[in-house]
Structure formats: C-alpha cells, structure tokens
C-alpha cells in the first residue's frame, strides 16, 4: 500500500529574485546534547520542522563559538535526506569548518569535541541568513579532526573539523530572535 502525501498544509515554493541565496557560514554555535536537554529547553513546532517561538533557553548551558574565516573556501553545512522505496530513510547532516594555525589551545579544544560517544547540537547561521538547529534529535559527532601544516609559505597551517550526523528529519529551522538568545 502506498502513503499518500498530504498537501493541505504544504506551502508553494516560488523562486523569489529577492531571497538572498549566498553560500557559506557565517556563525556557528555548538554545546552538548544532554547538556542542551537537561539544563536547557528547546521546543520543536509540531509538523512544523521549526523551533517555537518561545522554546529556546540556553541559561545552565556550556554553548562554544566556533568561529573561522566564512571565506575559507572550506566551511559550509549539507543536510542530506534520502528516502528508499521500502520506507527507510535518513537525513544526514554535515557541517564543515576551517580553524586556522595548529596551536595547542585550538588543539586541546578540538580534542574534546572529537569525543567517542559525545552528542553535539550546533546552530547554525548561513551566509544567506538562514538559522538552523542540527543534531537535535540524535546529535553530531565530531567525524573527522584534520591538521595540515601546509607545504609551501602560501599553504595554510590549519585545522578542519567535520561534525556529522544522523537524524530522521532534516535539520529544524529557527527565526532569527531565537537564535539571537543563545549567548544570552
């Protein structure tokens, strides 16, 4: 028996020549998952695939910024949903950033996010003024920590770490005023 789709409460999707439609990072925000749900609150609308209004408190919550060069040509987020013919499906989402300079302080600080067993939320603000929440429902893993000298004077002496997931539903979406509350 096939499922039907139903499209009463499915918006249109029109192409709009004033949507901002840059690429690229421009904030990124991570904290642990348990600390996020046991401390915090953060509400998901029902059937929405965005965070309520009111749902976000980080007070009691270790929240980290990354920060990096957003012209790196490297940071960026994917999120990724595939649906097979026999039901399964998965959405999996990838969140990439460069750090510059291999100092032991940034060393130290991507030895921890890189956890076995950790559970990461990161929100995240896109260069074309999107908000996105990832990892809520299952949490991100520092996938991959890279370091690279660099070869020649014009090479960079960097880091890039990849923080992937693996969750049911592509990453929620927040309005601006609520991701303005995280750091509060």
């Known amino acids: ?22 690429g690229g990072l421009k904030t990124v925000y991570i904290c642990d998952k348990t600390d996020l749900t046991t401390n ?18 980080t007070d009691g919550v270790n929240v980290v910024t ?18 097979n013919a026999d039901g399964s499906g998965s959405a999996v989402p990838t969140i990439q950033m460069e ?4 100092g032991a302080t940034l060393r130290n600080t991507l030895e ?23 990892g809520y429902d299952f949490g991100l893993y520092a996938g991959t920590v890279d370091g690279a000298s660099g070869v020649a004077r014009t090479d960079k002496n960097r880091y890039q770490l990849t923080l992937v997931g693996d969750e049911n539903v592509l990453a929620y979406t927040m309005p601006k005023a609520e991701f ?4 509060l």
């Open 180 to 183: 303005d509350k995280i750091l």
């Open 112 to 134: 921890q996010i890189a956890r076995p067993g950790a559970e990461l939320v990161a929100f995240v603000e896109t260069a074309a003024g999107t908000y996105h929440v990832v």
């Open 99 to 102: 750090f510059i300079r291999m």
């Open 1 to 22: 028996m096939a499922c039907t789709v139903d499209f009463s409460a499915v918006a249109d999707i029109a192409y709009s020549c004033e949507e901002l439609s840059t």
């Open 66 to 83: 990354l920060g990096f060069n957003n012209k790196d040509g490297f940071s960026n987020f994917t999120d990724v949903k595939t649906v």
């Open 40 to 57: 915090g609150t953060l509400t998901v609308t029902a059937g929405a695939g965005a965070i309520s209004g009111t749902g976000l408190d």
